[in-house]
């Protein structure tokens, strides 16, 4: 059956003229700016490779290399006694200046931070000074940068891959005439390191970081601490670096290695640290770091560059290969064929360039790819790739939004296995969050806030009591969390999975919920309570964020007990805590449509004290859940899009991502791809159209700004929603398609109950489709115009919203769609 459909898919292809077009980023300069460099990655290793010509840079990264060690527990015995306190203020007297105070008695410390490894540098001599051909680019359907040019007429290349299936990231470097490669390779280090020689072709760093790291925004008189005297915090870390050449001679010190007169030269790059797990020392308790490098550099060194490259390109392939996307050529391609930056700005300045649009398409799943891979760690707020030794809000993982957006995509672009690092992570923080739940609120189950890192911190921030509660207090990560875990369900079926992995942490998650929810006149609500870093303005005129029930509180609430009631009634167990979880849902307080005709984002119909505000969290119900729907709840969805209205269009790069999804869930494509269109626009500020606010840099790397790879991945999820849904039980073929897609053709999305689902359409409407059923199962899919489905017996009736034609799928069949005439 996968034959077949491979089949169908390619001979679908041609009909219009699609063509997979060059899937790559290129530009005729190299740069000395981090936001123009360009990612490779392996989910572990990652690199900036900067195309220098005398002077290469290629800033590197590891996974697991965090400040910090083991979550401390006891941080605040006083928290518990300060909940109390601040329920009696707002629940008795609606007193929101002494729930903020008493909020801030509720916190814990600062999250850890991810840090940089260091920088690999490659100075080069050349016989001439004149430089032509000058290029360099990063090849997405391969992962594979390269960089080129001409000096005295000799052709010099480099080639950069970060190589998941053999743990390395390798430079392989060539000339056209022999003997004209002549250079130094050095490496350096924010952190504490030193380096020496260990043999006449390899170089070691050695280095340990700090045994904390405050976020960037605190400002303290000593903000990195270096030592920790109970040798337990502060993991160390270790880069050996190897060159290989045929020819030539190479010779190495303390200051790098030296490579003279050779022809072809590859480097090997391999680094660990002794990260041992959320729950050890890295320091006392962690692995043999130089051990591990060791392992991987001489294996791979044992390879040659084209078995390398081979066993790189297959493993990458097997991934990024599962999904294409095409849009016709335009009447007008010149766009496609400018550089990357050239192109962006011309895009930005109102060129047409739909091949731009499925480039950068496939570069979320590129990057999706590179930074998160099963075993290892999840994306963090910059996915795998850091310079800053305290970046921006840590480079952490930011629950109220940022880490759960990087992971949108992962399952409906068939990526299902890069969604597990983030699994992983909630099986941690569910360790922490019951310490969490237990010793600041009393309440079973588990708690996370808004920040967490790698040792799966998941009490308040705030540095006992000097963060906003605005942001530092809110106590729904938990239940936000488990949406992916059920998710990952829905998308592949997994019956073992879910009962020996989700159904547990989301009833944890549950439990937490069902002791944290309060009565309140009637109704079950959360307090406080806040919608993250947002503040309204109360009857008083004062400004204010500590309430009772903000909608988004009650929204993921709802949310998760609806997931756990359908995940009990799939294994047919738990009825008991099931029927529980009913009887609570049924109390939790509902959505409130105020008086400009929106959806209320707090307990009351507050005044915004910022109406234009990044995050749209009232709206969570709408995406990522699926409580609010124009087929299901006309009402809410009216009352959604005046609420998009009231906060408009501007926002930074995630917020704009967000809100494509908003749009395409409103079945509205063409506001969608507006949006869409302003997540694309440049940087830079020769633009006419530059704002400073949101769009993408030259990398087409999401600029907040600064630089946060959620953007990248809410715009890939976003441009899926407007192709295909599956959220409400119903596989809905383009459901939100925007008139500059008109004509196109897509392959290999999945949809919930694991069907993988191909599209090819003209002048908006289906020409044919297909749907595999990986495992089986009842198949509703809904179009916008009547279709034919061959091979099996159907049912079909039209509705409000187009057509709903339903049958029951085989394991492992393929049913083709067609357009039915009328």
């Known amino acids: 059956m996968i034959k077949r459909f491979i089949t169908i898919i390619i001979i679908l292809a041609p009909v219009y003229g699609f063509c997979q077009n060059n899937l790559k980023l290129w530009y005729k300069k190299p740069t000395k700016v981090w936001t123009d460099a360009l990612p490779v990655g392996n989910g572990r290793l990652g690199a900036m490779v900067f195309g220098g010509v005398s002077h290469e840079l290629i800033q590197l990264n590891e996974a697991t290399l965090w400040s910090g060690g083991p979550v401390r527990t006891n941080v605040n015995p006083n928290a518990y006694a300060n909940l109390l306190l601040a329920r009696e203020a707002l629940l008795k007297h609606e007193d929101y200046s ?4 008493y909020a801030k008695g509720m916190q814990g410390y600062y999250s850890d931070s991810f840090l940089p490894l260091g920088d690999l540098t490659i100075n080069q001599d050349f016989t001439d000074t004149a430089l032509t051909a000058y290029y360099r ?15 005295g007429g000799t052709a010099f290349t480099r080639q950069v891959i970060s190589s998941a299936p053999d743990q390395v990231i390798v430079i392989h470097l060539t000339s ?8 130094v390779i050095g490496a350096a280090s924010l952190l504490r390191h030193h380096i020496s020689a260990i043999s006449s072709n390899e170089i070691v760093m050695k280095g340990k970081a700090p045994v904390h790291d405050d976020p960037n925004y605190v400002r303290s ?7 920790d005297t109970t040798g337990c915090k502060g993991m160390r870390f270790e880069l050996q670096v190897k060159a290989l050449s045929k020819d030539g001679s190479i010779t190495s010190d303390t200051s790098g290695i030296s490579v003279k007169n050779a022809t072809e030269v590859t480097i090997f790059l391999s680094a660990a640290t002794s990260f041992n797990g959320f729950d050890k020392c890295p320091d006392s308790q962690g692995k043999d770091e130089s051990k591990i490098a060791s392992q991987f550099l001489n294996s791979a060194a044992a390879k040659s560059w084209g078995t390398l490259l081979a066993r790189h390109y297959a493993d990458y392939h097997h991934y990024f290969n599962r999904v294409s996307f095409n849009l016709p050529t335009p009447a007008d391609n010149r766009n496609a ?7 962006l700005l011309s895009y930005t300045n109102g060129a047409k360039d739909p091949w731009l649009e499925t480039l950068y398409f496939q570069y979320g799943r590129y990057l999706l790819i590179s930074c998160s891979r099963p075993g290892g760690q999840p994306a963090n707020l910059q996915g795998l790739w850091n310079k800053e030794l305290r970046p921006p809000w840590s480079s952490n993982y930011t629950t109220n939004i940022n880490l759960q957006m990087n992971y949108w995509p992962a399952e409906e672009t068939n990526l299902s296995e890069m969604h597990l690092p983030m699994i992983d992570f909630i099986k941690h923080a569910a360790v922490t969050g019951k310490v969490t739940a237990t010793q600041f609120y009393h309440a079973h189950g588990w708690a996370v806030h808004h920040n967490s890192d790698i040792w799966a911190m998941s009490y308040p921030v705030g540095d006992l009591g000097h963060g906003d509660p605005t942001w530092a207090n809110w106590t729904m990560g938990s239940p936000w969390l488990s949406q992916h875990l059920w998710w990952h369900y829905q998308f592949t079926k997994d019956k073992t999975y879910l009962k020996n992995t989700a159904y547990p ?23 406080p309570s806040v919608s993250p870093e947002n503040v309204f303005i109360d009857e008083n005129g004062k400004k204010a964020s500590v309430s009772i029930a903000t909608t988004m509180d009650i929204s993921i609430i709802r949310d998760l007990f609806n997931n756990l009631i359908d995940a009990s009634n799939e294994l047919g167990d738990d009825k008991a805590f099931r029927d529980s979880v009913i009887a609570a849902r049924a109390k939790l307080f509902p959505f409130q449509i105020g008086k400009k005709g929106n959806v209320q984002e707090w307990y009351k119909d507050f005044d915004d004290s910022e109406p234009h505000h990044r995050h749209v969290s009232h709206l969570f119900g709408l995406y990522p859940g699926n409580q609010i729907s124009p087929v299901n709840t006309p009402d809410l969805a009216a009352a959604a899009i005046r609420t998009l209205e009231l906060r408009g269009d501007d926002g930074t790069g ?16 063409n506001h969608s791809y507006m949006l869409l269109k302003d997540l694309l626009r440049s940087t830079d500020q020769t633009s006419a159209n530059y704002r400073g606010g949101g769009g993408s840099y030259t990398n087409l790397l999401d600029a907040h700004p600064p630089f946060q790879i959620d953007g990248n991945f809410g715009g890939l999820a976003g441009m899926t929603e407007m192709l295909l849904q599956s959220q409400t039980g119903e596989i809905y073929l383009l459901p939100a398609l925007p008139d500059a897609w008109a004509t196109g053709e897509i392959s290999g999305l999945k949809a919930r109950g694991n069907f993988t689902v191909s599209i090819n359409w003209k002048d908006k409407k289906i020409v044919s489709a297909s749907v595999l059923s990986v495992v089986g199962g009842k198949c509703s899919v809904r179009t916008n115009e009547p279709v034919e489905i061959t091979g099996v017996k159907v049912s079909s009736r039209k509705t409000a919203k187009g057509y709903i034609t339903t049958f029951n799928s085989k394991k492992g069949e393929l049913y083709h769609i067609t357009g039915k005439k009328i």
């Open 221 to 227: 008189a000593d903000p990195i601490i270096w030592d």
């Open 137 to 151: 680019d990063l090849d997405i359907k391969n992962a594979i940068s390269t960089t080129r040019f001409t000096i």
């Open 654 to 669: 995630w917020s704009l991502a967000w809100k494509i999804n908003f749009w395409a869930r409103l079945l509205d494509g």
């Open 98 to 101: 002494k729930a903020y105070e």
């Open 505 to 527: 942490l989301m009833k944890g998650a549950a439990m937490f919920c069902l002791d944290w929810l309060v009565p309140y006149k009637g109704y079950l609500v959360t307090a």
């Open 176 to 183: 056209s005439k022999a003997g004209q490669l002549n250079f």
């Open 337 to 343: 064929s400018l550089p990357t930056d050239e192109r």
